[in-house]
């Protein structure tokens, strides 16, 4: 079946480090990709997807490319700031007629510190 | 405003005692799907549903039900609560049957069964 490893958390750097949030995946086909972040309190949000390979995903910073031959999508973002302290959750949708499946990660917790 | 919600968003109940949680989404998704999040284990599915009255098991459906006679609803039952189901619990819905299509998710609901 399907799967998602993620790197394991938690992961803390002080503001303005490189931020790299591993992710790779196990399906049939080529599923979609997606990066859901939760912040404290709230549901999932999404981040960013990628839905082919090659493609690249970007949003408020964050960006992630859907890298067929390696089964990955890292997460990364340049400079991290106190905001982005939250749980990460790779996740991917398969390309069949269950497409509304998702399969997630276990979620990387990020703790940025000013 | 697009959005999913759910009721109660805490719950404090006692063992046995049945309880059902509501979900609501406004967006004419046919997918909906139930997840819960515990620590360590990410986020699991429960159950999900395509469309109305089309509902399947999702990863870990034991001591739950749900049901979809309507399409913008599907209730989380739990009959008879054991403290093992405490958690988090997320509803979620998409796009049926479109892999690109992300998940859009409501606020969550902390569950305690003492």
């Known amino acids: 079946g399907n799967s998602v490893t993620q790197m394991e958390g938690p992961v803390t750097l002080s503001e303005e480090a490189f931020l790299t949030i591993n992710c790779t995946y196990t399906?049939?086909?080529?599923?979609?990709l997606f990066w859901y972040v939760q912040y404290p309190g709230e549901g999932l949000q999404l981040l960013l997807k990628a839905t082919k390979a090659d493609d690249k995903g970007s949003n408020k910073g964050f960006e992630a490319t859907y890298r067929k031959e390696t089964t990955s999508f890292h997460l990364e973002k340049g400079s991290v700031q106190v905001s982005d302290s939250a749980v990460y959750f790779c996740?991917?949708?398969?390309?069949?007629?269950?497409?509304?499946?998702?399969?997630f990660g276990d979620g990387t917790t990020l703790t940025v510190k000013p | 405003e697009a959005q999913v919600t759910q009721n109660p968003r805490y719950l404090i109940t006692v063992t046995g005692k049945k309880l059902t949680v509501t979900c609501s989404q406004n967006m004419n998704h046919e997918y909906m799907s139930w997840y819960r999040q515990d620590p360590g284990l990410g986020l699991r599915q429960i159950y999900y549903s395509m469309n109305v009255e089309v509902t399947d098991k999702g990863d870990v459906p034991e001591g739950y039900k749900v049901s979809r006679k309507e399409k913008r609803n599907f209730p989380l039952i739990l009959e008879s609560p054991s403290p093992n189901q405490t958690s988090l619990y997320f509803c979620a819905s998409t796009v049926s049957g479109r892999a690109s299509y992300e998940q859009y998710f409501g606020p969550g609901t902390r569950l305690t069964v003492t």
């Open positions: 996740a991917l949708k398969p390309y069949n007629t269950n497409a509304g499946k998702s399969t």
């Open positions: 399906a049939t086909g080529y599923p979609s």
